[in-house]
């Protein structure tokens, strides 16, 4: 039987005749479960990744989330973590091994490239790839490592593709998936073997809660399980999987929002004399591999605004009350940011990052608002020719 995002977001695994009617799972805020043989203990204990015995490893309340993020993503099973770091961590730590070597696709989260140059000092390698990806593979690659859409430019690559070439050189192959979220990409689907999500963003929806997942088959999951989970310890709560699977319970209707209100911001952007270039999917419409591998466009975006600079972009942000100043992004408020610093405009330049650039978590306060908001900005800048 198949199953809508609607329904596994809603009501799929939630069980309310085993918890005496309740629509809500209960919170199984426990660290330890108790039993009343020594014979059942040891029985569970030995097929520890399968049963509950401590909550670093399997929790009901968790379960049930992990159940519902394996089915939207259409993979076996889904592993939860403390942090969206703790998932991508466990990752990397879990499949590769000294004289691995890791390729790198499209432009990536700062800190997961923080990571595996830290991996340099226990022998694994990493690169990025240029445009022929198959060009780029090494004899030692063993995991092709994606984001698409991409990291503050919004880029989005082949990922049918991607997953064609490692499968020809048997490299496992793994996309942060955060941007889209499970309801407008499915890249297991198009033969990706991880879909990895900070579940801070989109899914948990309410910037009240901090996770992250890995989705796969049955293998790799049990591998990243046994290894990255349970050793590395990146555990997330029981009471952090009923938030989250709180947020999950309206993610399809907000992620529509989300994107209403985003091409109507952009409509506006495309108005203004001050912007150079416009980084959002949804531009490129035409693109036949948009087309075939998104449903929709989530409501983080960027701009360059012309001549920019560290004071120019500056100017611009600190005219915001209703955008607020932070990272992260995927909430319901609406989030401004920018890479530049008073002293990484070269930086930004050679990873083909403008220093003008400015990022734009678009909530759901409504288009106008937020209209009204930038406007002040643009008249800011209007001000001043250039730094």
């Known amino acids: ?11 799929s695994f939630d069980t309310p005749e085993k918890h005496h009617g309740a629509v809500s799972p209960p919170i199984y805020q426990t660290s330890l479960f ?9 029985k569970a204990q030995s097929a520890e990744r399968e049963n509950y015995v401590y909550t670093r490893g399997v929790n009901p309340t968790t379960e049930i989330l992990e159940r519902k993020l394996a089915m939207l993503e259409r993979g076996d099973r889904c592993k939860c973590f403390g942090s969206g770091m703790g998932a991508i961590s466990s990752v990397f730590l879990s499949l590769l091994q000294k004289g691995d070597h890791v390729l790198f696709v499209n432009t ?8 595996v140059e830290h991996l340099n000092r226990f022998g694994i390698e990493h690169s990025f790839a240029g445009e022929e990806v198959e060009a780029d593979i090494q004899p030692n690659t063993k995991l092709i490592y994606v984001e698409s859409p991409g990291t503050m430019t919004m880029k989005v690559v082949d990922l049918k593709s991607i997953s064609t070439i490692a499968k020809q050189h048997g490299i496992i192959t793994a996309i942060d998936n955060t941007w889209s979220t499970p309801i407008f990409q499915k890249p297991l689907t198009l033969g990706f073997n991880l879909s990895i999500h900070s579940l801070t963003k989109y899914i948990g929806g309410h910037s009240d809660v901090v996770g992250g997942a890995v989705i796969g088959d049955e293998e790799l999951i049990d591998q990243i399980s046994k290894y990255g989970f349970q050793l590395n310890g990146s555990v997330m709560s029981p009471h952090d999987a009923s938030l989250i699977l709180r947020g999950l319970r309206t993610l399809p209707i907000r992620m529509k929002q989300h994107e209403y209100n985003t091409l109507q911001m952009i409509n506006y952007l495309k108005t203004k004399e001050e912007i150079t270039s416009i980084h959002h999917p949804s531009l490129q419409t035409d693109n036949p591999i948009v087309k075939e591998q998104m449903a929709g466009f989530s409501g983080l ?17 600190n005219q915001m009350k209703v955008f607020k100043i932070g ?12 890479p530049i ?12 990052i403008s220093p003008g650039l400015v990022r734009l978590s678009i909530g759901l306060e409504g288009p106008d608002l937020l209209i009204a908001d930038l406007e002040k900005g643009f008249q800011a800048v209007q001000t001043i020719k250039s730094y």
């Open 1 to 11: 039987m198949s199953y809508t995002d609607e329904q596994i977001c809603t009501h």
């Open 34 to 42: 108790a039993f009343e043989t020594f014979e059942a203990f040891t």
């Open 108 to 115: 990536i989260y700062g800190p997961t490239q923080e990571l």
């Open 301 to 317: 975006l960027s701009f360059e605004l012309k001549e920019g600079a560290f004071e120019k972009v500056t100017l611009f942000i």
């Open 327 to 338: 990272v992260s992004w995927g909430g319901y408020e609406s989030l401004i940011n920018a």
């Open 341 to 352: 610093k008073r002293d990484n405009a070269s930086n930004l330049e050679a990873q083909g």
